[in-house]
């Protein structure tokens, strides 16, 4: 390994760290999902209390079931468009419901109505007008995602009017009422025309998305520690010892000039005997 510099070395650790502490993050986002669809799926088996005693300030990332009587609005029912149900399409249906002695108004959530296939929307049964008892989940309305085109509902001068999304404010301002801030999602009923298999709405970022994005960050930090590693290994050239080599033997292998001060003398091969005489 070379000696790295230092900002090399603190530009990899502090991406590491956020890169580990963005997957932590992840983690705890996916548990805490999971979290919220034990509690709903507890929810629905939960005893029903006074809708009164939570009806103005829920508990947080909780959805209890409540039971509240009181009346429906009739005449201005919202239908959310293709909610995502089946293939063919259709609406979920929600209504105005006016507890008991309240000024607010409840917006009720009767289930889902399955299309035809076509463009039309299906046919709406019609609705008790005398004082009912409502059971089901308290809960936040569904997500309402991007909201292009502005406020649909606005545009719209028949009823049921439809949306793609259901936004408590605009629905109170187009009834100009108060609207609680959560809707009552109602119990099964087999008698019901309506289809009502609820759960919770994480459709945009479920638990496995997270721990999806969990596993690419820690993937991010593993990549960035490599690089550094790569980056700052000695790098061995491979003719090194070939070359030292060969230059010595072109070395030994070269002429060498006899008029050179550092050459070498030639041995003689000529010698005196003892008589003085050249051999």
Known sequence: MRRPAWWSVLLTLVGVLVFVRLGVWQLHRAQYKDELLRRYAAAAGAPAQAFDKVADQPPMDAYPRVRVQGCYRVDRL?????????????????????????SKWLLVDLGFLPGNGTDKAPQLPALPTDAQSLQGIYQPP??????????????????????????LDQVAADLHVTLYPRV?????????????????????MPPARHRAYAFQWF????????????????????????????GGALQRRMPVNPSSPSAPKPMDSRFRGNDGKEK
Request: no cysteine; net charge neutral.
């Open 142 to 167: 569904p997500g309402a995602g991007l909201e292009l085109g502005g406020n649909a509902l606005t545009r719209q001068t028949q009823w049921p009017k439809t949306s793609v999304y259901m936004d």
């Open 184 to 204: 009552l999602v109602l119990d099964a009923d087999p008698s019901a025309i309506f289809v009502r298999v609820h759960t919770l709405d994480l459709s945009s």
């Open 219 to 246: 993937t991010f930090a593993i990549a960035a520690v490599i690089i550094f590693i790569v980056l700052h290994r000695k790098r061995r050239n491979p003719h090194g010892r070939h070359s030292r080599e060969s």
């Open 78 to 102: 919202y239908l959310l468009d293709n909610p995502k149900h089946d293939s063919m399409g259709g609406v979920e249906v929600y209504a105005p419901f006016q507890p008991d002695g309240q």
